[in-house]
């Protein structure tokens, strides 16, 4: 299959190179049937187009839809758009079929506008079974609640004003979606806020939030009470009581939510998490810790079968931070196969190469580190931070020379973000520093040692405080 792009002009092939494998193959079996298709010069345009690596040029494209045809582009041009139009016709039939709720919908309409009661009837009783047997309950669930409510509501007709109505389960479910949603949108405002310093107003979020206090909608609710402790853990990070509060959900009704928003729910707990480790609240690590594993074994890191090579350093990080080292080598090895091309292998020496320097066996972790490349800057830089400190701690002096020289000669080339830049530069600098230092001057101990001390951005630290120790 051609790679796709999303900048195409040609609005057929940009469909076309947008296909998977598998959606390849049922649109070529479904232009195949006479049951959708009986236009042969469709069949054999989207069999030119399978055999074309670039933008099809019209003249060749035409030959092969009409044979020996006179050429005329208007013709062309009208099969293009027949056979774009049969497509998406198909992807969209598909996705109805995916998605038996909104098929069951679009049925209900048909029976109800036909006034076929006894159809309508069975239809609305299966489709209310279908979603009360699917597992999911978030804000999506209350509006198909509320549609299917609607559907009833408007079958009843005028009848509705002599005798009981749905009014309440109506209006309830549509105020639970409401309700769900402002808060859902409110948490995304707030993270946008906090990246790109815009700021939103949502008219009707004060009122949510109030009727948020209300017991029952955070008790009986989870697609509200889940939003509403990410919104109040965003705004008030003082009060750990959001975020406990969310993480216990996370925990009990994580099940209750699609993957992609349990994703949302983890990342902001997973960030809270960071934000309280990096101002110090070292408890937290093994917090987070169990927030990884939870969520691994939710399947919520992955994307199509691959975990990033980000989440995958991440989670190593957090778990060599609380020495969980037979966790660590045991995730290191059996996730390495779902690591994402082409950084799997560098991906994967690096971080075996970090497990190997916490257990201070050195001599298997340099030679891992020195055969890793690392296209991404900080992983490259980070990595050259433990060798530093691995030549640093084994006396190898001329090693260690070369590697501060040639570090400091990469910050200068490449463009590194100002905070990241400062502190590599500072490591690199006080490193220095510690190779010409007379142990025996404890005058020029202790001004090293204030120096340490007092270098704002330094995220080595605790590791230039426990070399000092050792003098």
Not at 178 to 203: C, G
Not at 298 to 315: A, E, M, V
Not at 391 to 398: A, G, H, I, K
Request: aromatic residues 14%.
């Amino acid at each position: 299959m051609i790679k796709s792009n999303k900048n195409i002009s040609d609005k057929l092939w940009a469909l076309y190179v947008n296909l998977t494998k598998e959606e390849h193959r049922r649109v070529k079996k479904m232009l195949q049937s006479p049951i959708y298709n009986r236009e042969e010069a469709l069949i054999k345009l989207f069999g030119y187009l399978s055999k074309s690596k670039v933008l099809p040029q019209p003249k060749e494209a035409y030959r092969f839809a009409f044979g020996d045809k006179k050429l005329d582009m208007a013709d062309y041009y009208a099969l293009k758009s027949r056979l774009f139009k049969t497509i998406v016709r198909f992807l969209k039939s598909e996705q109805l079929e995916k998605n038996p709720i909104e098929g069951n919908l679009k049925l209900l309409e048909v029976f109800r506008e036909k006034k076929m009661e006894l159809p309508f009837s069975q239809t609305i009783k299966k489709a209310k079974k279908n979603l009360e047997d699917s597992p999911i309950r978030n804000s999506y669930y209350h509006f198909h609640q509320y549609r299917l409510e609607l559907e009833q509501f408007e079958m009843a007709g005028r009848e509705t004003r002599i005798r009981k109505t749905n009014l309440q389960a109506l209006t309830n479910d549509l105020n639970s979606f409401f309700m769900a949603e402002t808060l859902r949108w409110a948490v995304v405002m707030e993270s946008h806020k906090a990246v790109y310093k815009s700021d939103y107003q949502q008219a009707f979020l004060p009122k949510v939030l109030e009727l948020c206090e209300q017991k029952e909608f955070l008790d009986d609710i989870p697609a509200i009470s889940a939003y509403y402790y990410c919104y109040k853990a965003l705004i008030d990070p003082g009060n750990e009581n959001h975020f406990l509060k969310l993480k216990e959900l996370i925990r009990k009704n994580g099940n209750l939510f699609p993957t992609q928003e349990l994703t949302e729910l983890y990342t902001i707990a997973i960030n809270y998490g960071v934000r309280k480790i990096n101002s110090g609240r070292e408890d937290y690590l093994r917090i987070l810790f169990d927030l990884y594993r939870s969520g691994l074994d939710n399947g919520i890191f992955f994307k199509d079968g691959l975990l990033s090579r980000w989440s995958y350093t991440n989670i190593i990080t957090l778990t060599l931070r609380i020495s969980e080292l037979e966790w660590c080598k045991a995730f290191i090895e059996s996730h390495k196969k779902f690591l994402e091309q082409p950084f799997s292998e560098n991906t994967y020496q690096y971080n075996l190469a970090r497990y190997y320097y916490y257990r201070k066996e050195y001599k298997k972790a340099m030679p891992l580190m020195v055969r890793t490349q690392l296209d991404d800057v900080l992983l490259h830089l980070s990595s050259k931070v433990l060798l530093l400190k691995m030549y640093y701690e084994l006396e190898e002096f001329e090693a260690l020379d070369f590697l501060l020289n040639s570090m400091k000669s990469y910050l200068n080339r490449n463009k590194v973000i100002s905070y990241h830049k400062k502190n590599y530069s500072n490591i690199v600098n006080l490193t220095h520093r510690l190779i010409s230092l007379n142990q025996y001057d404890n005058l020029e101990v202790e001004k090293i040692r204030k120096e340490i001390e007092s270098t704002e951005i330094l995220t080595e630290r605790k590791w230039f405080f426990e070399q000092l120790e050792k003098i």
